[in-house]
C-alpha cells in the first residue's frame, strides 16, 4: 500500500463548476500538507501549503486538512479552464532526517471544458 | 529573478551512453532533490542532497549518480544501467526553514532512442 493515495481521474468538469481533488495517507508522522499544480510539460508550482489540520483559503482555492481521517482536500472554486493540469498532493513529517523530504500523491489530471 | 533553471529541456540519447543534466538554483538554498516522473507514477525521488559535498540515496537510485560541489548546483547523471531512463525529470530546492517546502525547476526531458 502506498503512504499516500491519490485518485489520478482523469476528472472533467464543465468551467464554472466546484471541483474536489483529495488524497489520504497512511503515515501520522505527516504534519504539512501541499498541493502542487503542474501544467503539461512544466515543472510543478506550489498553490497551498498548509500545517496540521485545518482549513486555508487562497482566493478561488481552499484546501482541508483532516489529520484524523489522514485525509487532505482542494477545492477549486468557479473553475477556469486555465486550470486544467495535474494537481499533486505531497506531504512530509517535521524535523530529523526527513529534511524536507515529500510525499507525493499519483497527481489528478483535471480537464475544464468551456 | 531568483529560481532553479534546469538544462537542456530536452535530452535524446542513444542506449549505452551517460548523460548528464544540470540543475542551477540562485535562492541560497542549501538542500536540493532529483526527482524522476513517469506517467501515472507522480514524482519519485532519486538523490537528494542537504549540503555541499553530502548527498543521500533516495527511492530509486540505482542507475544514477550525482554531485554537490557547489551550493548552487547538483548535476544528475543517468549511467548507462539505469535501464528505462526515459522519463521526465525534475530538480527542486529547499530553504530548510520550518515553514518553508520544496520549489521545482522546469524539468528536462530525457529520451533514450
Known amino acids: 500500500q502506498k503512504e499516500v493515495e491519490q485518485d489520478p481521474g482523469p476528472l472533467s468538469v464543465p468551467e464554472g463548476a466546484i471541483v474536489s481533488l483529495n488524497c489520504t495517507y497512511s503515515n501520522s508522522a505527516f504534519q504539512y500538507f501541499m498541493w502542487y499544480r503542474q501544467y503539461s510539460r512544466k515543472g510543478p508550482e506550489l498553490l497551498m501549503y498548509?500545517?496540521?489540520?485545518g482549513n486555508k483559503e487562497d482566493g478561488r482555492f481552499t484546501a482541508q486538512v483532516d489529520k484524523s481521517s489522514k485525509y487532505i482536500s482542494l477545492f477549486i472554486r468557479d473553475s477556469q479552464p486555465s486550470d486544467s493540469a495535474t494537481y499533486l498532493c505531497?506531504?512530509?513529517?517535521?524535523?530529523?532526517?526527513?529534511?524536507?523530504?515529500?510525499?507525493f500523491g499519483q497527481g489528478t489530471i483535471l480537464t475544464v471544458h468551456p | 529573478d531568483g529560481g532553479i533553471t534546469q538544462s537542456p529541456k530536452y535530452l535524446f540519447r542513444k542506449e549505452g551512453q551517460n548523460v548528464t543534466l544540470s540543475c542551477e538554483q540562485n535562492?541560497?538554498?542549501?538542500?536540493m532533490y532529483w526527482y524522476r516522473q513517469d506517467p501515472g507514477q507522480g514524482l519519485r525521488l532519486i538523490y537528494y542532497s542537504q549540503i555541499v559535498n553530502d548527498f543521500q540515496k533516495g527511492d530509486i537510485a540505482e542507475g544514477y549518480s550525482v554531485s554537490r560541489e557547489k551550493k548552487e548546483s547538483f548535476p544528475l547523471t543517468v549511467t548507462s544501467a539505469q535501464k528505462n531512463p526515459t522519463a521526465f525529470y525534475l530538480c527542486a530546492s529547499f530553504s530548510g526553514k520550518v515553514a518553508d517546502t520544496q520549489y521545482f525547476g522546469p524539468g528536462t526531458r530525457l529520451t533514450v532512442l
Open positions: 535562492l541560497n538554498h542549501d538542500a
Open positions: 498548509t500545517y496540521s489540520s
Open positions: 505531497a506531504m512530509s513529517s517535521a524535523g530529523g532526517t526527513s529534511y524536507g523530504k515529500l510525499t
